[in-house]
């Protein structure tokens, strides 16, 4: 890596960010989908802030258990605080953690990166939360009571408090409605979910436009799929479709890249090629505004099928390319990304396809 990490440093000149560090990441047999998503989220500079502010107000309590969210923090000070701007950091210390954490991860097999994101975006809110609670309980307005055991019930008085968002919810968490209007009466039934990723089926030739088109397209309850209207109190045929009620600020969408077939018995991988722009335009949200985003992180799945092969990751960083591959670090070009649309014809050699992509608003940027 060395040779590697110099090329990158002279390919950069001058123009070498001041104050950013590009490392590459050990790999400990199999485990690039970690490496891959681990890039993609140290080069979201949102959430990569206030990770670090995470860390640096609570290193001082010294005897804190490694927790998933511990880990990471450190693998980010340790990445950010390296006197040479580039080179390997070995994350033995957070591999190790997400073993004892997850079964899944803990064989040498071929893990998927979507599944890994999923797991670990969820483990750091319930570990935030947990300490929010924590720091909320010793509150000026709780009336404390002893149950029968000696422990102390704290009971708040007045309202119950909504959780305050983590810096999970603040990055990543948008809210789609799922709108189902019944045909009989035409009342429109609203239900609200959250989602921390978008996970959106592909077809052949077509764009991540189109993808989302299709998610908040209208569908037909109707035959065995009635819906259960309250007004009418019976079963009705009625519409229902997704739309965004509130976008994220860092939008992770999922490429449906692995289909069971059922005549196969197995997962059977898409290689259709799914254009994904530079800079999308969201055009599904409840109050329709155009929200702009910007393409700053790719994870690219490379082979045949889900149970075998590797996973890289580009990453804009400072309006430069990077292409992240374990410990490999190189500079790259903006067109580098259109390699990884996918191919155009069903039995093609070319298997690098962009899997996972992360979009900043531009609205949080400015």
């Known amino acids: ?218 569908e037909t309850l109707n035959a065995e799929d009635k819906f259960f209207c309250d007004k009418c109190c019976s079963l009705q045929e009625a519409q229902k479709r997704m739309k965004i009620k509130k976008p994220p600020n860092i939008l992770v969408i999922h490429l449906k890249r692995f289909k069971y077939i059922e005549q196969l018995g197995r997962y059977k991988k898409l290689s259709y090629r799914v254009v994904f722009p530079l800079e999308l335009k969201l055009i599904n949200t409840v109050d329709n505004s155009d929200l702009e985003y910007s393409l700053f992180a790719v994870l690219v799945h490379v082979g045949s099928g889900p149970n075998h092969g590797h996973y890289i990751s580009l990453v804009k960083s400072h309006n430069h390319w990077l292409f992240f591959d374990d410990e490999n670090v190189e500079m790259t070009d903006e067109s580098m990304v259109q390699t990884f649309f996918g191919s155009a014809q069903e039995f093609s050699g070319n298997t690098d396809n962009g899997y996972i992509l992360f979009y900043e608003s531009l609205a949080e940027k400015s």
């Open 1 to 218: 890596m060395g040779a590697a990490s110099s090329r990158l440093e002279k390919a950069l000149g001058e123009q070498f960010p001041e104050g950013e560090r590009y490392f590459g990441l050990e790999n400990f047999g199999n485990t690039c989908y970690c490496n891959s998503v681990l890039q993609a989220l140290y080069f979201c500079v949102p959430f990569r802030e206030q990770l670090l502010e995470y860390y640096a107000n609570n290193k001082s309590t010294g005897d804190v258990e490694d927790n998933m969210l511990t880990c990471l923090a450190d693998l980010f000070s340790q990445i950010s605080n390296q006197k040479k701007k580039t080179g390997v950091i070995a994350p033995k210390r957070f591999i190790q953690r997400l073993k004892k954490q997850n079964e899944i991860f803990r064989s040498y097999m071929h893990q998927d990166a979507h599944e890994f994101l999923n797991f670990l975006l969820n483990e750091l809110v319930d570990i935030l939360e947990k300490e929010s609670k924590v720091d909320a309980e010793p509150c000026e307005n709780s009336s404390l009571k002893k149950n029968s055991n000696g422990a102390v019930n704290v009971q708040l008085n007045g309202t119950k408090k909504e959780p305050v968002p983590t810096l999970v919810h603040r990055c990543f968490q948008g809210i789609l409605t799922n709108e189902t209007r019944c045909l009989r009466c035409e009342t429109v039934t609203d239900r609200d979910e959250t989602f921390f990723d978008l996970s959106l089926d592909i077809e052949q030739n077509s764009s991540i436009t189109s993808c989302l088109k299709n998610f908040s397209s209208t």
